[in-house]
């Protein structure tokens, strides 16, 4: 009915029109240019929207992808992590661990990893570097560092950067095996000179829980004198050393084999953490994407529903005013 009675009305006023001046026409403040623009408004207000939900969606797709890669590392790390813990433990066994001992020398090496979106565990292992430098450091002391991982250098390099001895990037591009670490510790042990060794990293738990933890390695010459004076080395005393090699000799190998056993064991746990936080943080991060596209499903519905009311009443009102008009 409405439309048989615009067509009506443009069939009568059509002669009318064709008279008037071609600048009466096209005034840029006719009634037709102002519904237009309303008309594009009201659809570009809708097709953001659109854009943005399809954007949301794109990164949902992202994330729960990251999430599920994240699961098959963390599985193929994580049984070599818990029978790594057996390299370790005889060590500390033997020569006892004491992170509190007080010595001229310290270097903190600190493990992170190369890539974000895992949570808060490179900036945990960064406090607690900073935390270790301000209390072993002082008057005739020395402390540097031993970064492996882009993170944290990256934050590092920023206040600590005279303090930096030696950075590694890149450790876990390819699977993490006992000789690549091996290697990594020898080089850390040619280029630095230390009292003890502070290795920095997140011991994994669960995939929602980890610990920020310091292992301890001293060098051969404060264990003979932490030995002499009654120190609290484990069960060291306790073993009578035969054999051609001199104590300290014994104690050499002893030292670096422990630092390159509990370098094994520490990134592998800090992977395994890396990898669960990162499977947290992608899951926290899914469910926030589907939340907030249900908002805009509701948004773009409500504008849409709010459009199709706006253009029946236009269409109402006109008809009626052309009813009124006869």
């Not at 399809?54 to 992202?62: E, F, P, R, T």
């Not at 004491?98 to 974000?116: A, F, H, Q």
């Not at 005279?162 to 095996?177: A, G």
């Amino acid at each position: 009915m409405a439309m048989a009675v615009f067509r009506r009305e443009g069939r009568r006023l059509l002669p009318s029109i064709a008279a008037r001046p071609i600048a009466a026409i096209r005034s840029p403040l006719s009634s037709s240019d102002q519904e237009e623009g309303l008309l594009g408004l009201r659809s570009i207000s809708t097709q953001v929207v659109r854009n943005r939900m399809k954007s949301v969606k794109n990164i949902q797709k992202i994330t729960k992808a990251m999430k599920m890669v994240a699961a098959s590392k963390l599985r193929a790390v994580q049984g070599r992590a818990e029978n790594s813990r057996g390299l370790w433990q005889p060590f500390t066994a033997l020569l006892g661990d004491n992170p509190s001992i007080d010595v001229k020398k310290s270097v903190v090496v600190t493990l992170s990893s190369d890539k974000g979106l895992c949570g808060g565990i490179n900036s945990t292992v960064v406090k607690v570097s900073r935390a270790l430098y301000k209390l072993n450091s002082g008057p005739e002391k020395e402390v540097q560092f031993v970064i492996v991982g882009e993170k944290a250098k990256a934050i590092m390099f920023r206040d600590s950067k005279n303090d930096i001895v030696l950075s590694v990037t890149e450790l876990n591009k390819n699977p993490l095996n006992y000789a690549q670490v091996s290697v990594l510790a020898d080089d850390i042990l040619k280029n630095v000179e230390f009292d003890a060794l502070r290795i920095v990293y997140n011991k994994f738990h669960s995939v929602v829980a980890f610990l920020p933890t310091v292992s301890t390695v001293l060098s051969p010459e404060i264990i003979e004198k932490e030995s002499e004076i009654g120190g609290k080395l484990g069960e060291l005393d306790s073993y009578e050393i035969e054999g051609g090699e001199t104590k300290g000799e014994i104690l050499q190998n002893l030292a670096e084999f422990q630092f390159s056993c509990v370098m094994f064991n520490a990134v592998l746990e800090n992977a395994c953490s890396e990898m669960g936080a990162r499977m947290s943080a992608m899951d926290s991060s899914s469910r926030n994407a589907g939340e907030m596209l249900d908002r805009l499903t509701l948004t773009y519905n409500r504008t849409r529903q709010a459009s199709i009311t706006t253009e029946l009443i236009e269409i109402i009102s006109g008809a009626s005013a052309l009813e009124a008009a006869k």
